[in-house]
């Protein structure tokens, strides 16, 4: 059974970069579509962006375009979120979840829908002013 392990959070400034990875443990993330969530304190959790199986094309939300970007390495069997540009906003726990099969990624699909899948842990990042 597929499972996932969030790294790579920690402590950063304003206007930071870092990158998380999202591994799985005894399984391929080939065949999986996957997605990046948040949740900060007190709120719900959001997609951050998502990316498909198969020929790799990705989406995000608005509130990251332009600064956030998911990605296969498929060399270390990861999917990872780079981040740059950080804010005090990007606050929060980061989740990775995986999803088996094809979905079509496109500028029109909301990364929200793929709450299903299975959900690794979680990694913490702290963004200060």
């Known amino acids: 059974q597929l499972q996932l392990v969030e790294s790579g959070g920690g402590f950063v400034h304003r206007g930071d970069s870092l990158t998380l990875s999202c591994a799985a443990t005894e399984s391929s993330l080939d065949s999986y579509a996957l997605a990046w969530f948040r949740q900060a304190p007190g709120k719900e959790r959001e997609a951050v962006g998502c990316?498909?199986?198969?020929?790799?094309?990705?989406n995000y939300a608005d509130f990251v375009k332009g600064r956030f970007t998911v990605s296969r390495n498929r060399a270390k069997n990861t999917v990872d979120l780079e981040m740059n540009s950080l804010e005090p906003e990007d606050t929060g726990v980061y989740y990775c979840?995986?999803?088996?099969?094809?979905?079509?990624?496109?500028?029109?699909?909301?990364?929200?829908?793929?709450?299903?899948?299975?959900w690794g842990q979680g990694t913490q990042i702290t963004v200060s002013s």
């Open positions: 990316i498909s199986s198969g020929v790799p094309s990705t």
């Open positions: 979840t995986a999803i088996k099969g094809t979905i079509w990624i496109n500028p029109s699909f909301d990364c929200n829908g793929m709450r299903s899948g299975v």
